[in-house]
């Protein structure tokens, strides 16, 4: 007998497709858009790498009882501060790693946890100055909680589009000796 059955990850590829065409649809057509007026009717959309589910980790949490601060440069010059509320430990390509995550309001459960990145397709494939992961964890996370990391949620900020928008910077202590194919590929004018 056939299992006729929808793979789940039918499902979650249909899903990311349909959350980084709206993604295009608001980056063309929406007044905030980050992308210069000048260029939007010749955008087309993002490129992306492709999904793979090999890209959504666990990872294990350690929160940060007494978060220390992390002040992080943007790419206007200036430093912004940030705090270090918790260190997620996963494997990925067969490597241990280690991202932490920020908040800029600890104690505000409303604000997601920051994880900027760097990797090693930082400058190559993707945004030369680092990507964004956000979660937005239903509890408080605790020591010993297990979460998804999901890189193709990766997504490159606002100054990717345009010099007027300042974003922060991962710190080194997230970068990561690893490429990530995953999330949001680089973008240029004219693409």
Same mark, same amino acid.
């Given at each position: 007998?056939?299992? $006729?059955? !929808? !793979? *789940?990850?039918?499902?979650?590829?249909?899903?990311?497709? +349909?959350?980084?065409?709206?993604?295009? !649809?608001?980056?063309?057509?929406?007044?905030? /858009? &980050?992308?210069?007026?000048?260029?939007?009717?010749?955008? /087309?959309?993002? @490129?992306?790498? %492709?999904?793979?589910?090999?890209?959504?980790? +666990?990872?294990?949490?350690?929160?940060? %009882?007494?978060?220390?601060?992390?002040?992080?440069? $943007?790419?206007?010059?200036?430093?912004?501060?940030?705090?270090?509320?918790?260190?997620?430990?996963?494997?990925?390509?067969?490597?241990?790693?280690?991202?932490?995550?920020?908040?800029? #309001? *600890?104690?505000? !459960?409303?604000?997601?946890?920051?994880?900027? =990145?760097?990797?090693?397709?930082?400058?190559?494939?993707?945004? #030369?100055?680092?990507?964004?992961?956000?979660?937005?964890? @239903?509890?408080?996370?605790?020591?010993?909680?297990?979460?998804?990391?999901? =890189?193709?949620?990766?997504?490159? *900020?606002?100054?990717?589009?345009?010099? $007027? =928008? /300042?974003?922060?910077? &991962? *710190?080194?202590?997230?970068?990561?000796?690893?490429?990530?194919?995953?999330?949001?590929?680089?973008? /240029?004018?004219?693409?």
């Amino acid at each position: 007998m056939v299992d $006729t059955q !929808d !793979d *789940p990850a039918d499902g979650y590829v249909a899903d990311l497709r +349909a959350n980084r065409e709206e993604k295009d !649809d608001f980056l063309a057509e929406h007044p905030q /858009s &980050p992308i210069p007026p000048e260029h939007r009717e010749a955008f /087309s959309g993002l @490129e992306y790498f %492709d999904p793979d589910p090999d890209y959504r980790v +666990a990872a294990s949490v350690a929160v940060h %009882d007494d978060p220390e601060p992390v002040p992080m440069e $943007t790419t206007a010059g200036n430093e912004v501060r940030y705090v270090r509320i918790v260190t997620f430990a996963f494997e990925l390509g067969g490597e241990d790693l280690e991202l932490h995550g920020y908040k800029q #309001r *600890p104690d505000d !459960d409303e604000e997601a946890v920051f994880v900027p =990145f760097r990797d090693k397709t930082t400058g190559q494939e993707s945004y #030369r100055g680092g990507r964004y992961l956000e979660l937005h964890p @239903e509890d408080d996370l605790a020591d010993g909680d297990v979460v998804t990391l999901d =890189f193709n949620l990766a997504y490159s *900020p606002f100054c990717a589009f345009s010099e $007027t =928008f /300042s974003c922060p910077l &991962p *710190p080194e202590e997230n970068w990561l000796d690893v490429a990530v194919r995953a999330g949001e590929r680089d973008w /240029s004018p004219g693409e």
